[in-house]
C-alpha cells in the first residue's frame, strides 16, 4: 500500500462511498443510512452487543448496493412490495459476497427483499437462523422507510407514525417475522427513534459510530477491489457506459506509467479512474441513456456529476489527491472545463491524464448507439481537441506514442471486471 493511503482506514472509505448508494434517490439522499439507523436501534431494543448493533448498521446502509438506476429506486421508495425487488438483491449478493471485509453482508442482502413466510421454507444450506433474522430485519425497516418517505420533507411524520406502525403489525407472520414486528414496535414507540433519522442527527450518528469503530488501514488491493465494486455500481447505471471506469482506470495507470510517475501516485490514479464517475448515480436514468444531444438543463444536470464525485471522496483520510484528480476528470487548460473552470497551471499530470483516459474510453468503446472509434480515429480526435486547448498536448502525443496498448487498456473483456472484483489477495 502506497505510504499516502495509511491514513486510510477502510470504515471511513466504506461509510464515504456509501455516500454514492443514497445519490441513486435523486431527491431522496439518506435511504440506506436512515434504514441502517433503525436496524440498529431495534438490534439494541433486542440487547445485541454493540458489534452486533454496528453491523446491523453497516448492513442497512449497504443494504442497497445493488441498485443503480433511479427506476428501480422509485419502485423502492414508492411501492410496499413489487415485481423485479429481487433482481438488486442478487446483484448485492455478488458484489458483496467475493469482498472478504463486508462478505459476511452478502446472504441477508440477498434475502433483504424476501417475505418472512417465505424464508421460512428454504433449507438451513442457504442461510443461518441469524442471516434469516438479519435480512428480514432489513427487508421490514426498509419497508418502514418507503412507507415514511412522503411525509419527511413535508415534516408531517408524526401525524402518521400510527398508520406506518398499523402497516407493519398487520404485516407480522407474512412479510416479517412476529418477534421482529414487536421488536421494531417497542423501539418505536419512543419519539427519539424517529428524531434520529433528521439529516443533523444521522450525521450525528454517524460520527459516533465512526468514533467508537476499530480503525483498519487496507491494503491498496483492498482498497481497489472496493472501488471495482463501485465503479461496476456506477456503470451498471447506463447501457451506454458499462465497463467504462475500468477502461478509464486501466488506461490512465498505464500512460501514468509511461510518464514517469511514482508508484504511489499511479496506485491513487487508479482509484480515482475507478471511482470518476460516482456523482453519476444523481443523475436521472432517463438523462444519462439519452441517445441523442442534451438540452441545456440536462446538460447542467450531467456537470454537476463530478462536483458530487468530489464531495464523496473528499472527506476520506488519504483521499485529498484522489477526489481532486476524480472531480477535475473535465477540467480544462483552458480554465473552460467544469466544475471548477480551473486553468492548466492548476491541474497536475494526474489530473490531465485522467481527462485523457477518460475521453479515449469513451470514444473507443462500443456504446448502444454508435459503434466505438477504431485507436487512430480516438487519436484523430484528441489532437482536434489538444488543438483547441481542451486536453493536454503531452499527454496525447504520449498515447500516440503507445496507441496499441492504450486501446488494449482501454477496451478489454467484460469478465475481466467479475474476476477483478472477486479477487481476495
Same mark, same amino acid.
Given at each position: 500500500?502506497?505510504?499516502?493511503?495509511?491514513?486510510?482506514?477502510?470504515?471511513?472509505?466504506?461509510?464515504?462511498?456509501?455516500?454514492?448508494?443514497?445519490?441513486?434517490?435523486?431527491?431522496?439522499?439518506?435511504?440506506?443510512?436512515?434504514?441502517?439507523?433503525?436496524?440498529?436501534?431495534?438490534?439494541?431494543?433486542?440487547?445485541?452487543?454493540?458489534?452486533?448493533?454496528?453491523?446491523?448498521?453497516?448492513?442497512?446502509?449497504?443494504?442497497?448496493?445493488?441498485?443503480?438506476?433511479?427506476?428501480?429506486?422509485?419502485?423502492?421508495?414508492?411501492?410496499?412490495?413489487?415485481?423485479?425487488?429481487?433482481?438488486?438483491?442478487?446483484?448485492?449478493?455478488?458484489?458483496?459476497?467475493?469482498?472478504?471485509?463486508?462478505?459476511?453482508?452478502?446472504?441477508?442482502?440477498?434475502?433483504?427483499?424476501?417475505?418472512?413466510?417465505?424464508?421460512?421454507?428454504?433449507?438451513?444450506?442457504?442461510?443461518?437462523?441469524?442471516?434469516?433474522?438479519?435480512?428480514?430485519?432489513?427487508?421490514?425497516?426498509?419497508?418502514?422507510?418507503?412507507?415514511?418517505?412522503?411525509?419527511?420533507?413535508?415534516?408531517?411524520?408524526?401525524?402518521?407514525?400510527?398508520?406506518?406502525?398499523?402497516?407493519?403489525?398487520?404485516?407480522?407472520?407474512?412479510?416479517?417475522?412476529?418477534?421482529?414486528?414487536?421488536?421494531?414496535?417497542?423501539?418505536?414507540?419512543?419519539?427519539?427513534?424517529?428524531?434520529?433519522?433528521?439529516?443533523?442527527?444521522?450525521?450525528?450518528?454517524?460520527?459516533?459510530?465512526?468514533?467508537?469503530?476499530?480503525?483498519?488501514?487496507?491494503?491498496?488491493?483492498?482498497?481497489?477491489?472496493?472501488?471495482?465494486?463501485?465503479?461496476?455500481? =456506477?456503470?451498471?447505471?447506463?447501457?451506454?457506459? *458499462? $465497463?467504462?471506469?475500468?477502461?478509464? !482506470?486501466? %488506461? @490512465?495507470?498505464?500512460?501514468?506509467?509511461?510518464?514517469?510517475?511514482?508508484?504511489?501516485?499511479?496506485?491513487?490514479?487508479?482509484?480515482?479512474?475507478?471511482?470518476?464517475?460516482?456523482?453519476?448515480?444523481?443523475?436521472?436514468?432517463?438523462?444519462?441513456?439519452?441517445?441523442?444531444?442534451?438540452?441545456?438543463?440536462?446538460?447542467?444536470?450531467?456537470?454537476?456529476?463530478?462536483?458530487?464525485?468530489?464531495?464523496?471522496?473528499?472527506?476520506?483520510?488519504?483521499?485529498?489527491?484522489?477526489?481532486?484528480?476524480?472531480?477535475?476528470?473535465?477540467?480544462?487548460?483552458?480554465?473552460?472545463?467544469?466544475?471548477?473552470?480551473?486553468?492548466?497551471?492548476?491541474?497536475?499530470?494526474?489530473?490531465?491524464?485522467?481527462? =485523457?483516459?477518460?475521453?479515449?474510453?469513451?470514444? *473507443? $468503446?462500443?456504446?448502444?448507439?454508435? !459503434?466505438? %472509434? @477504431?485507436?487512430?480515429?480516438?487519436?484523430?480526435?484528441?489532437?482536434?481537441?489538444?488543438?483547441?486547448?481542451?486536453?493536454?498536448?503531452?499527454?496525447?502525443?504520449?498515447?500516440?506514442?503507445?496507441?496499441?496498448?492504450?486501446?488494449?487498456?482501454?477496451?478489454?473483456?467484460?469478465?475481466?471486471?467479475?474476476?477483478?472484483?472477486?479477487?481476495?489477495?
Amino acid at each position: 500500500m502506497s505510504k499516502a493511503l495509511q491514513q486510510t482506514d477502510l470504515r471511513h472509505v466504506i461509510y464515504a462511498l456509501s455516500d454514492a448508494l443514497d445519490l441513486v434517490g435523486v431527491n431522496d439522499v439518506a435511504h440506506g443510512k436512515r434504514v441502517g439507523i433503525m436496524a440498529a436501534e431495534c438490534g439494541r431494543t433486542q440487547g445485541l452487543a454493540e458489534a452486533e448493533t454496528t453491523f446491523l448498521f453497516d448492513l442497512g446502509m449497504l443494504h442497497d448496493i445493488g441498485v443503480s438506476s433511479t427506476q428501480t429506486h422509485h419502485h423502492l421508495v414508492a411501492e410496499f412490495d413489487w415485481e423485479g425487488s429481487q433482481v438488486h438483491a442478487e446483484i448485492g449478493y455478488g458484489l458483496l459476497s467475493g469482498f472478504a471485509p463486508l462478505s459476511r453482508m452478502a446472504i441477508p442482502v440477498r434475502y433483504h427483499h424476501t417475505r418472512w413466510d417465505k424464508l421460512t421454507t428454504l433449507p438451513p444450506s442457504e442461510l443461518t437462523a441469524q442471516q434469516m433474522q438479519q435480512a428480514n430485519l432489513i427487508f421490514m425497516v426498509d419497508r418502514v422507510d418507503a412507507l415514511a418517505v412522503p411525509y419527511y420533507s413535508s415534516g408531517v411524520l408524526f401525524d402518521h407514525l400510527g398508520e406506518i406502525r398499523d402497516h407493519i403489525q398487520r404485516s407480522a407472520g407474512s412479510y416479517f417475522a412476529p418477534e421482529l414486528v414487536d421488536t421494531f414496535l417497542a423501539a418505536s414507540e419512543a419519539e427519539a427513534f424517529w428524531l434520529q433519522l433528521e439529516p443533523r442527527s444521522i450525521q450525528n450518528y454517524l460520527r459516533d459510530l465512526l468514533s467508537r469503530g476499530e480503525s483498519y488501514q487496507p491494503l491498496f488491493a483492498e482498497l481497489k477491489q472496493l472501488a471495482l465494486i463501485f465503479s461496476h455500481i =456506477v456503470d451498471a447505471k447506463s447501457p451506454f457506459t *458499462a $465497463q467504462h471506469s475500468l477502461g478509464v !482506470a486501466r %488506461l @490512465a495507470r498505464f500512460l501514468a506509467e509511461r510518464a514517469g510517475v511514482n508508484e504511489e501516485n499511479c496506485d491513487k490514479l487508479e482509484l480515482a479512474g475507478l471511482l470518476h464517475d460516482l456523482g453519476k448515480l444523481r443523475v436521472p436514468d432517463e438523462i444519462l441513456d439519452k441517445p441523442g444531444p442534451l438540452d441545456s438543463h440536462e446538460r447542467r444536470i450531467i456537470n454537476t456529476h463530478s462536483f458530487e464525485t468530489y464531495q464523496i471522496l473528499r472527506s476520506i483520510g488519504g483521499f485529498e489527491e484522489v477526489a481532486l484528480w476524480a472531480a477535475y476528470h473535465h477540467e480544462e487548460p483552458d480554465g473552460m472545463g467544469y466544475p471548477f473552470h480551473i486553468h492548466e497551471k492548476g491541474l497536475s499530470i494526474e489530473a490531465r491524464i485522467l481527462r =485523457v483516459a477518460d475521453i479515449f474510453q469513451a470514444m *473507443a $468503446q462500443d456504446r448502444p448507439y454508435r !459503434a466505438g %472509434l @477504431a485507436a487512430h480515429e480516438v487519436l484523430g480526435f484528441l489532437n482536434e481537441l489538444a488543438n483547441q486547448g481542451k486536453v493536454d498536448a503531452g499527454i496525447v502525443k504520449l498515447v500516440g506514442e503507445n496507441l496499441a496498448q492504450a486501446m488494449a487498456a482501454a477496451i478489454h473483456d467484460p469478465a475481466d471486471l467479475l474476476i477483478q472484483i472477486g479477487e481476495t489477495d
